[in-house]
């Protein structure tokens, strides 16, 4: 069963910055695309980011704007996601999960999730 496994999450104030990390012991995700997802609470899930495993595309939610990068290191099996400028509805827990394609809906497997919170 492969199993991916979310960290970095935490309590920040509004404007801060988190960088979470997506790792799969055991498991090689370069041939993967990795998206990244997060549900609030009484929300659906939405995507967040997404890059893809077969050009060096990257996708983004509108309500990124600029704000969170995505990136892949190989070598560490880690993909990453860089938030800056939190805002309070960023609040939500994340998750990663693999696919065949950034545009695809065939997210296969998915970790546990970590919580951002972003408060004051």
């Known amino acids: 069963q492969v199993r991916l496994v979310e960290y970095g999450g935490g309590l920040v104030q509004p404007g801060g910055s988190l960088r979470l990390s997506c790792a799969a012991p055991g498991f090689s995700l370069e041939n993967y695309a990795i998206g990244w997802f997060r549900q609030a609470p009484g929300k659906e899930r939405e995507g967040v980011s997404c890059t893809s495993n077969s050009d060096s595309s990257d996708s983004y939610g509108d309500f990124v704007k600029g704000r969170f990068t995505i990136s892949r290191d190989n070598a560490k099996n880690t993909v990453y996601l860089q938030m800056n400028s939190l805002k309070p509805e960023d609040t939500a827990v994340y998750y990663c999960?693999?696919?065949?394609?950034?545009?695809?809906?065939?997210?296969?497997?998915w970790g546990q999730g970590t919580q951002v919170t972003v408060s004051s």
């Open positions: 999960a693999t696919g065949s394609h950034c545009s695809g809906s065939d997210w296969k497997f």
